[in-house]
């Protein structure tokens, strides 16, 4: 197991043979919003909630939307993606959380080799592949955790 600060690298299971179990924080910063069982995988985090500075009541945060040129704002509070390669999965989550949810999980449901975890002040969205591998903890213990199908209209 590898921590790379919000870069996670399992090589494989345990050494008894179970699957890692890699927390996913909490992006208010108060302990962790869930937990992710893997094997073999990288589960990479991104959002706005590290590096940030805050102005006039402002917070700015370092992921930008090339669109505006301002930090991106769509709802997401941060993306985590799972998936083989630890490089992938890092573009991957910064991509996605500019994308915002729909147009993230369009890709996933179109291009994704992976699967993620989109944390929102008032749900989670995970993608299918993770529906009996992701526990929520904390204060998203009680919050509505949404399943997206790939094979759902």
């Not at 600060?5 to 302990?31: F, I, Q």
């Not at 939307?65 to 910064?94: H, Y």
């Not at 204060?139 to 509505?144: F, Q, S, T």
Request: glycine share 14%; with cysteine.
């Amino acid at each position: 197991l590898l921590n790379l600060g919000g870069n996670v690298h399992t090589l494989g299971a345990k050494p008894d043979g179970s699957s890692w179990r890699v927390a996913v924080r909490d992006p208010s910063g108060e302990g962790y919003a869930g937990v992710v069982e893997v094997t073999g995988k990288a589960v990479i985090t991104s959002g706005g909630y590290q590096r940030f500075f805050e102005e006039n009541g402002n917070r700015y945060h370092h992921i930008i939307d090339p669109k505006t040129g301002w930090p991106a704002s769509n709802g997401l509070l941060s993306v985590t993606v799972i998936g083989d390669s630890g490089m992938a999965c890092d573009g991957l989550s910064t991509a996605l959380f500019v994308m915002g949810l729909e147009r993230a999980l369009t890709f996933w449901e179109t291009q994704g080799d992976f699967e993620a975890v989109f944390i929102m002040e008032d749900k989670i969205v995970i993608t299918d592949g993770l529906e009996d591998s992701f526990e929520p903890l904390g204060k998203y213990v009680d919050m509505k955790v949404e399943v997206r199908d790939r094979d759902k209209d």
